[in-house]
Structures are given as C-alpha cells and as structure tokens.
C-alpha cells in the first residue's frame, strides 16, 4: 500500500500518553483548508512562555482528529523518534531550516523516504491502546464518543474542544477565523442545572447548546487493555447516525 | 388545596403569558397558542408543545432517550406529525417556571 498521498502525523512519546505534534506550515494548511481540521496550536514563544494570546506551532491533533483522519486514509502515524533516529543513521540530514531538518517529518516535500515512513509507522490500535492507558473510558464511550465527533466532522462543521463554553465540542459553520462559533456540543445527555446555565450562556455569546447521543446507548463496562480489531471494526462502522437535539432559551416566562 | 404541577404550569401559561387554548394531555404535555409569535423566523404564532418538569422531583439527568421519548409522544398527539421543536417547562421548588426551547437536529442559534 502506498503512502503517498497521505500527511504523516508524527507521535510524540509513544510509550506513554501519545501525542501527535505537527510543525510543518505546509501540512497545518492542508489540514485545515482542504480537511476542515483544525486541531490546537501549543506552541508559545520563548522569551515569554506565559502568554496564550499568539500560539503557534506545534499544532496538537485531538484524539478523534486522529483517528478521523486514519479511518479515511487521509493520515499515516509515524513514530518521530525513532523516524529521526533511523534518518541520522542514513545521514540523510541538511542544514536546511524547511525540509530535511530533525523537527519536521516532511509530508509535501519530493523527497520523502518511504521506506522510512513505512518502517516507523504506528498502527491506530497501538496508538489508542497507549492513549487510553491513563484514561476511565469504557470502550463503548470511547467509540460512541468517536461517532459523534466524526457525524458533526463528515456533516462539514469545523469543530474545536469545547471546554471554554463548558460542553465537550464546539462546531463552527466555516472556519472559525471567519465564521463565529453557533454550537456548544454535548455528548449523552446533560443536566436540567446544565440546560439553565448551558442555555444562558449559550444563548447570551449567541450559540446554541447540542445534544448529541445515540437512544439506544449500548453500554459495555469493558474497561480497556488491549484495543484489538474489532473495537477498531466498531470504531469505523458507519452504523445509524446518532440523534440531535439543539436546546435554546425560549425568551418567555 | 394545593393543585398539580402541570396545573400550575397551566396556570402561569395562561394568566402570566396569556397564551390560548391551553390544553393539558396527561401528566407531562400541556399544549397551547401564545398571544404572539415566539420566535421572529415563525411564519404566524403556532401550537407550542410544552414538556412540565419539576426540577428537583426529575432527577440528575436528562438524556437524549428521554428527549426523543418526548417527541415521540407529542407525534401521536399531534396528528402523527413530529414537531420541529418542543418546549421544557422546569419548575423550581418556589414557584419560578423557565422555558427552554429543544429543536429537533441541528439549528442554528435564533439572532436577537
């Protein structure tokens, strides 16, 4: 199988809470323009580390953006290190700031070694498996959470963490850069306490809150060790689309 | 006497915001016409479903299995239509009633 018309997605500390770490400009742009993914940029400037206004790179992929852009071929995990390791070796290493260099795994450049990509590269199910060591996720929350990421991903929204508007998502019509935010996305359910301060909040920054979940929710307790196929197989199945409900202050009473 | 919750959230439906044809379904769905229209992109004022909860009697947690339960049984008061959206009345222990709105799907957020 080729890897060709694939970005690479290096992780970061694979042993132990992966990442994926992006610091090529080129690839950031294409994710973002051509795939509606947005990720987190984390990265600040030297001289004065505390301030959050100006992030830059690394851009840091969500784990859903992951595994979104895994399940559609779209992305390959290489593992950085011993990427960078196996290129030392080689000596295939410039002095060039853009290409080539120990930071960046080029994804757009002529040259990139395939060979290299294919040995270093990181299977989905050894990813997840690492990322959800230090997690509580049942295996059925973990894919249902997936799916609702990937409905609101495949239906064109652009969708970043939800955390500042306290839900688990937020959904922008277009990119966020030139479109405002309509959404604070639930997953499951919420509480009525949620609705009243969710739905004021919500309705005041002019967003509305979205549950999003499946009736049915078909829940296994299964705690997770091993991330073996056919969670893989779940994760991709496109079963029925869950249902959603978007919840607003009325304005009376 | 002290009435029902869903009598009183007849009551305030009627007397504080005037609304029309105020009909009580059973223990949960009251149905009615506002006076006017309640949200500016509704062609005329319509029948407004209204879903009466008691805020500390309803438990925790309201999940996407109870909403579509809800619109499910206005659809078969209603003619075997499904409403584009179903109202929650939550009642406080001292009285205060809030309206919230629960579209079904996607919508974007009402422009004030």
Known sequence: MTTTNKVILPVINIDNDPEVLIFDLEVIKYLRIGLNVLGVLTGTLSTFPQQNLFLSVPLKLIIWEVIWLTENNKGILVDAKSYRNDKLKIGSVSKSKTTNNMVIIPSTDNNRNEELITKNQIDIKTFITKYLQNSNYTISKFINNYKYYKHLQNSGYFINPGIKFGGDLVIYPGDPLRYHSYSTIKFNFCDIDEIIVGGRLATSVKKNMILIGYEDENENDKRIDEIDDDVINDLYRNDKEPLTFSIEWSGFG | ?112
């Open chain 2, 1 to 112: 006497m002290s009435s029902t919750l869903i009598e009183q959230f007849k009551t305030n439906l009627i007397h504080y915001n005037l609304w029309n044809n105020v009909k009580i379904h059973n223990d949960l769905i009251i149905s009615g016409i506002p006076s006017t229209k309640l949200v500016s992109t509704d062609d005329s004022n319509q029948i407004e479903w209204i879903m009466c909860i008691d805020k500390l009697g309803f438990g925790k947690e309201l999940s996407i299995k109870i909403i579509n339960s809800w619109f499910k049984q206005v659809q078969s008061l209603n003619n075997n239509f499904r409403p584009s959206r179903i109202t929650i009345g939550i009642m406080n222990d001292d009285g205060t009633i809030v309206y919230y709105f629960v579209y079904d799907g996607i919508t974007k957020p009402r422009q004030n």
